[in-house]
């Protein structure tokens, strides 16, 4: 294992609560005791900060502890679920009792779970929070502020955030064992707003990792964040309106990866699909994409945001392949999907706390890299946009259709990138906008490690990537009709 | 009355924690607790899905020494937590820089009267109950039109909490409140192409609720309607923002006139107070005392009392919205803004959306919106969106897929009328707003 991280777990959770392993298991008999299929008990202590500047100043800092314990029974298609902020015996079996409720009568379909040691190990289980003192986290902010703002006169405003997280999570889902993991996440973002005449623009960059905030120290990732949103900024005060209309679109390698998540991630998630409410339903073995399109969710890359080693199930993650040069493959389960859909679980079950119940979630999705050179990509382009940074996007799941808000994006004419042009929504339809694809890039790339997806109320974190790509019919909703 | 006790009892974990400040060093402080109960179910395909228990809790606290401030959480409310997120607190102020602007409000501006605003209406439904009145609700849906195909299902939802908020000079009030919601989302397919839609009512006291039977109508009802949908050619249009997203329109100016935005500079709206944002027959007001309303609250964030309030009058922006410290930073006053608004309302012409759909007589009724596609600074907005065609008054087909853009400051200017079919599901209430013309990307 990382049975360096589950020992840390029970110690994080089970020693402040005065529980003994043997008394979980007792919850988990009487959990199970009852005509549920499964269940399960998920104990998380997590501890988080942030830090602002702004103004110049450390104006902002605030620490946060949230503790508690869901309680799951699953009965067929069915859920019965409560949870605690104490982490207790009594409440436990409080929990227990509410949840019984959704149990049925007479047979039950209890699976024999396979029990899993040993996992690799995807980021260490240190403190963040503790990986630099107080003084060099606001020392280090100030330091960053004061670069960021010698780039450009014309900077009025910068605003740096720095957060961190450790989470210690443990999970039993069956009588004699527990699974655990103690799972670090640190994000620091830049912002500025630059002026310039009559003109005003903003200009956003971040970074995270599943590591410590050391992380941001290497390669000088913090002050190349600030140079980004900086860099940013100062291009869209150049931006005239956007085209309007359907036209041929080449999107930037890495963070534009967020199309691959709203078009066809969400889609491709296990629950949607076992219940037929998805555009990709019953469409396995199907083409969905161009020849050129491989796209895989891996949840097992080292220190990614997106990473974990096992699921907030206890099942270990890996990297399913969702579509095969342009053929649909499979989906992305949590164990209650994969059951009711007869197949495995694939390491998809996340939730955002014990407050919430888990569901098949994406983990690091992207696109594998296919042969062309970027250049030759723009190149082949007479007429249309380069977005190569996006904002936030959605997806209608049942209609298929998604959008996703480019915040920096070129005119692309006879094949040379001309002028920055204001961010608009790119609008397309999930199950036909692969099949768009015609050039792959041969410079895949993940994010800087930002994402953060919501699902149902649920906010998980998340990563995506890409190569460079075309798809050559894409609606573009600027205002230049 | 039990809940009366318990909020007493809260209080005095306010009061005590506010002493533990004190003690520690901290020169001021504030601190807020919450504990909410709550009981969900979802029925799917005629029976039972979830059934979720919800019991959370919280408390937070900020402390100041001087000038400096920091700020504290915890789920876990027992005295020996308390102690520890209070030195959480003092620990990250001393690191925290001396901001001038930074304190609680000025005490005068505190309220001191606390009205029953009739927030607490608890809804005793067992769970079997509740998902009797799920099934009841999703049957209606599904039984509504035979291309209704599929269902996400109905739920019932009920929530009570408590509200416990006190600072250092002396203010301290909690009170009681509930939230229940009954919704539903169904697909309907026509020709293997599936479309999705949902309604749901969500209230104060379970009783003014809409019924179960007609939320699943009005949900099949709404899916039905968008079956068939296509694109249109790219093209400018007159454009109505149907009700029930209307309100979009409303926050994004929120935003814009927000002291933190202002302070900023990241608003497109800076320098706009006393000048003319909208057509002069637009009026908007804030109603904070309406009882049972959803956005209704005595004091804002931090204690300070609400009024009602003109933001907009004959189209010229009134006021900023303030808290006590982007006041301070603009040299104004608070607003008592310090959580936004309460209950925010647009005065609406007296035509209904069947008429105003006769105004434009030609062009795009929306009825949802997709992506976030607002840039805050400049006011460039760009949004999905699918609705309807309209020609004559009378609507034609189903569209989907097409973005829909403008700019919020030519968007506002160009406000032709807001109908009186005011949704008041949330704290901006609003009717469907007509705009002269903004740029229509499609296929």
Wanted: glycine letters at 10%; aromatic letters at 6%; a negative charge.
């Amino acid at each position: 294992m990382d049975n360096s991280a589950l020992k840390l777990a029970k110690q994080a959770i089970l020693v402040p609560a005065g529980l003994q392993e043997s008394n979980i298991y007792r919850v988990m008999d009487q959990l199970l005791d009852g005509a549920v299929d499964n269940g399960d008990i998920y104990f998380q202590s997590s501890h988080y900060e942030s830090w602002v500047l702004e103004d110049g100043i450390i104006k902002e800092g605030s620490h946060n502890i949230e503790q508690g314990a869901g309680v799951r029974a699953l009965c067929g298609e069915k859920t019965g679920f409560a949870y605690s902020d104490k982490i207790d015996l009594t409440e436990l079996l409080a929990a227990v009792s509410n949840v019984q409720a959704i149990a049925r009568q007479g047979q039950t379909a209890r699976l024999a779970l396979p029990t899993h040691n040993t996992y690799p190990q995807l980021y260490a289980p240190a403190n963040p929070l503790k990986s630099l003192s107080d003084q060099e986290k606001v020392d280090f902010l100030r330091r960053i502020d004061t670069e960021t703002r010698k780039l450009d006169p014309r900077i009025e405003q910068v605003i740096i955030s720095l957060v961190g997280v450790q989470d210690h999570i443990l999970i039993a889902n069956q009588g004699d064992s527990l699974a655990g993991d103690v799972r670090p996440l640190v994000r620091m973002n830049v912002s500025v707003i630059v002026a310039d005449k009559d003109r005003r623009e903003q200009g956003s960059m971040g970074g995270g990792a599943r590591a410590d905030y050391t992380y941001f120290l290497e390669q000088d990732r913090a002050i190349g964040y600030a140079r980004e949103a900086v860099r940013m900024a100062l291009v869209n005060l150049d931006a005239v309106p956007a085209p309007a209309g359907s036209m041929t679109v080449v999107l930037g390698s890495g963070w534009p990866g967020i199309l691959l998540h709203e078009a066809i991630g969400h889609g491709l998630e296990g629950d949607f699909n076992r219940k037929g409410t998805s555009a990709f339903s019953g469409r396995v073995g199907e083409r969905v994409a161009s020849p050129l399109c491989t796209v895989v969710d891996d949840g097992t890359l080292q220190g990614r945001r997106g990473s974990l080693p096992i699921d907030d199930e206890g099942t270990p993650t890996q990297c399913t392949t969702l579509i095969e040069n342009g053929i649909l493959k499979g989906y992305m389960q949590d164990r209650l999907n994969a059951r009711l859909m007869g197949v495995q679980p694939t390491g998809n079950g996340r939730r955002e706390s014990y407050a919430h119940t888990p569901m098949p979630r994406m983990t690091n999705t992207y696109m594998l890299a296919g042969e062309s050179y970027p250049e030759e990509i723009l190149q082949s382009v007479k007429n249309g946009l380069y977005a190569k940074n996006f904002g936030g996007g959605q997806v209608d799941i049942t209609s298929g259709k998604f959008v996703f808000s480019a915040s920096e994006a070129y005119l692309i004419e006879n094949g040379k990138i001309t002028r920055p042009v204001k961010g608009a929504t790119l609008i397309g339809n999930g199950p036909d906008v692969l099949t768009r694809v015609s050039m792959v890039g041969n410079d895949l790339a993940l994010d800087s490690g930002v994402g953060t997806c919501g699902k149902e109320g649920q906010s998980v974190p998340v990563g995506v990537g890409q190569p460079t790509l075309k798809i050559d019919a894409l609606t573009v909703g600027g205002t230049n009709v | 009355m039990q809940t009366q006790e318990e909020i007493s009892r809260l209080e005095m974990t306010i009061h005590d924690l506010l002493l533990e400040a004190k003690k520690q060093g901290a020169s001021a402080a504030d601190a807020g607790l919450s504990i909410d109960t709550g009981l969900s179910v979802n029925a799917r395909l005629g029976d039972v899905e979830t059934v979720e228990h919800h019991c959370s809790q919280g408390l937070g606290v900020t402390v100041y020494f001087g000038q400096q401030k920091g700020s504290a959480s915890s789920t876990d409310l027992s005295a020996q937590s308390i102690k520890e997120t209070v030195t959480a607190a003092c620990t990250i102020a001393r690191y925290a820089s001396e901001d001038p602007y930074a304190g609680l409000p000025e005490s005068e501006m505190l309220a001191t009267e606390f009205k029953d605003l009739g927030l607490y209406h608890p809804w005793n439904i067992s769970a079997k109950d509740a998902i009797e009145l799920a099934i009841s609700c999703e049957d209606s849906a599904r039984q509504y039109h035979a291309d209704i195909s599929n269902s996400e299902g109905a739920s019932v939802d009920t929530y009570q909490g408590i509200r416990i908020f006190g600072n250092s000079l002396g203010f301290l009030n909690g009170y009681a409140s509930t939230r229940h919601s009954i919704s539903c989302s169904v697909i309907g397919d026509r020709d293997g192409n599936m479309e999705r839609d949902y309604w749901y009512s969500v209230a104060r006291n379970a009783d003014a609720l809409e019924s179960a039977e007609f939320i699943g109508k009005k949900a099949a009802q709404r899916t039905i309607q968008r079956l068939g949908g296509r694109s249109l050619s790219t093209r400018k249009s007159p454009i109505i923002y149907s009700a029930e997203i209307a309100s979009g329109l409303l926050s994004s100016l929120l935003g814009a006139i927000s002291g933190g935005s202002l302070y900023r500079k990241s608003s497109f709206l800076l320098d706009s107070l006393d000048t003319q944002i909208f057509p002069d027959f637009i009026n908007i007001f804030e109603q904070p005392h309406l009882p049972g309303a959803l956005g209704s609250a005595c004091y804002d964030a931090e204690g300070i009392s609400t009024k009602a309030n003109k933001i907009v009058t004959d189209g010229i922006l009134n006021t900023y919205l303030l808290s006590t410290y982007s006041a301070r930073k603009l040299a104004m006053k608070s607003t008592g803004h310090a959580a936004g608004v309460h209950n925010l309302c647009i005065n609406s012409g007296n035509q209904d959306l069947a008429q105003l759909l006769k105004t434009m007589d030609t062009g795009l009724l929306v009825t949802e919106l997709m992506g976030q596609g607002v840039n805050p600074v400049t006011g460039d907005y760009s949004r999905g969106a699918s609705g309807f065609w309209v020609e004559q008054g009378e609507i034609q087909y189903p569209v989907q897929e097409i973005t829909i853009a403008g700019n919020l400051k030519d968007m506002y200017q160009q406000i032709l009328a807001v109908g009186n079919d005011i949704d008041e599901r949330g704290n901006i209430r609003t009717g469907s707003i007509l705009i002269e013309e903004m740029a229509i990307a499609g296929e």
